[in-house]
């Protein structure tokens, strides 16, 4: 292809087979981004010519039947042997099998395997480790491996996700992944001596990035653990404008296909509306249409961070590791929740014709919907971002200044909004900074309160984290609104551009508002008559959006074949693409269906049905 950016390889593909999830998906976004991040140069240059011309296929074998959530918790272990100067990989559990990677039973020879490192006999936590599995001959599982499909799934039918499991699999010292990354001052030409100067090992054995075992077994510290989770934030970080794009091409497949579809007498003996000119089907897609423009948006900001942290980190500075982490494992959880839930109201607004393969919105759904699990399950990201919300606060009240778009957290809270008629986006960014500080400031309330009640920190944790749960949405949802509401004053639109998104991005903050109004007039920060402000306001923005509605999902500029919908097409020519998807169907290539003859026949007329047919039947 020679595109070397990966998301434009990625959503290249894309445009090949939409949503069919590509049996090499993990090979381009895990496999070659985890040798690229976290091996050494040397490593790099042994295995990044062979894994991006296809003479290694791999994947990210982390998961285990027993732990997905819990890396720590992981049971595989890679055991060093000084003697040999290999690690041992092995399963010694059950539970310690890997389940669930990608591409991993019948297509990678290659994986990268996350185990827990043992040397001189401590344990030293999840590494990764690169593992031949196949052969490169002819595909033959490799001896002390055992590998296969895990069967049949809820979606991701093209994908042969598998399972794998080690029995004392020697592998090579040099297969430990461990680029070096974050030394800042030391130029990387030297960085692979930087512990090479205590022990003198040849540096082409240098097992660098964050940490490295020596020939005699010695473990050296990393700066930080959390690097070896690099690749999940990357993906976290490009997850998020993947939802937006399942969301985007669901709108724009539900709102052409309601402005075709017309249903029911508007009045005794009228002509039957547009769908799209109800006020309900309006209430249900255009909220989404503003989540789908907002989710982009946040989609770009946190891949363009995560491009910038992981530069500074490359140059060993991890000073905003922990910023990136719950801005990416925060707005991978929102984002997919909102797209998840979004796309499957689109196919509902569809009605009949939504259920069907043909409008192409059941594959959406199902290669969309999983990313509320994957590369880390929803609600754990978020209490991972709360996790780091609960710092900021404890920081805010003790005076420092917060760095970024935290700012907000530990604001006074006794002010009121500001919203009236014509609801300005000032105040909407208001009322979405006090919600998430006020609901910021519960969550620690509640975990001191249970602390000073005699609770142990993790009980006082458990004990408030439907709170912190709260709290961390909240914080996301503001970050969509701030970050929509930003990119429209900042004035790099036409005029009459700002004018329709203005309209958009304000039917965004108010309908997040309105469906979440119990924690936003919890505290009488909104006034009853203020929120009638906001009710006119969304039915005002409803009839404001109709006329661009189509427009604006044409903006996204999907092309029929990456949508695959007979509903969404551009021409409009619905119904006679669902007839022709219809008789297209492999079922109608013969007028009687072989199985007549052997279920319906002897049902329909058994006297002339065969004897054998006829014992069948007793
Ligand atoms: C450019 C990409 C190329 C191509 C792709 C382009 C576009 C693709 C677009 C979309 C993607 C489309 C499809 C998706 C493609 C692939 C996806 C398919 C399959 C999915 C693959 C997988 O699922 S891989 C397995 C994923 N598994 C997980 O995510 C596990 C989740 N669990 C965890 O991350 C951790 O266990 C944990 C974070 C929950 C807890 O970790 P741990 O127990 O070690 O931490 P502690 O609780 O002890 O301490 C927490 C402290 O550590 C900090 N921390 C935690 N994680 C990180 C991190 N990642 N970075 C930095 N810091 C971290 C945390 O902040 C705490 O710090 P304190 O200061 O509070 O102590
Ligand atoms: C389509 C698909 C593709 C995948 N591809 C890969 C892959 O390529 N490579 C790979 O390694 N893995 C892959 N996975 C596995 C995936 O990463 C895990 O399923 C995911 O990390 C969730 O872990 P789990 O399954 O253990 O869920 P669990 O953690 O068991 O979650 C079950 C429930 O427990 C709750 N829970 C768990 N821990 C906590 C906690 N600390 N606090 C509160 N609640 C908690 C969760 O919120 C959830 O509701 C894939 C999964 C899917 C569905």
Known sequence: ????????????????????????????????????????????????????????????????????????????TATYDPKTKEFILDSPTLTSKKYWPGCLGKTSNHCVVMAQLYTQGKSHGPHMFMVQIRSMEDHSVLPGIEVGVIGNKFGYGTNDNGFLSFDKLRIPRENMLMR???????????????????????????????????????????????????????????????????????????????????QTEAYPGGEEPQILDYQTQQYRLFPLLASAYSLQLAGKYVFNTYLEVNDQIEKGNLESMPELHALSAGLKAFSTYEASAGIEVCRICCGGHGYSQASGLPKIYVDVVPGCTYEGENTVMMLQTARYLMKCYSRAKQGQKLPGFVQYIGQNLNKKSCMSEEVALGCLVMAYEHRAARLVEAAAMRMQSLIQGGKKQHEAWNGSSVQLFWAAKAHCHLFCVKNFVDAIQAKSLSSKTVTVMKSVCQLYGVHGILENLGEFMQDGFFSGEQVGYLQRKMLALFENIRPNAVALVDAFDYPDMVLGSCLGRYDGQVYQALYDYAKSAPMNQTEIHSTYYKHLKPLINPETTSDAMQFAKL
């Open 180 to 262: 070096y990354s974050q030394v800042g001052r030391i130029p990387r030409e030297n960085m692979l001596m930087r512990y090479s100067q205590v022990s003198r090992i040849p540096r082409e054995n240098m097992l660098m990035r964050y940490s490295q075992v020596h020939e005699d077994g010695t473990y050296v510290k990393p700066q930080n653990a959390k690097l070896a989770y690099g690749s999940m934030v990357l993906i976290r970080s490009s997850i998020v404008s993947d939802a937006a794009r399942g969301l985007a091409q669901a709108c724009v497949i539900s709102i052409r296909y309601s402005a075709v579809r017309r």
């Open 1 to 76: 292809m020679g595109i070397t950016d990966m998301q434009e390889a990625f959503y290249y593909r894309e445009c090949a087979a939409a949503h069919e999830n590509s049996p090499l998906g993990l090979h381009y976004a895990m496999f070659l981004p985890t040798i690229n991040k976290q091996a050494t140069p040397e490593q790099k240059k042994k295995w990044l010519p062979l894994a991006e011309n296809y003479k290694m296929i791999g994947t990210y074998a982390q998961t285990e039947l027993g732990h997905g959530t819990f890396i720590r918790g992981l049971e595989t």
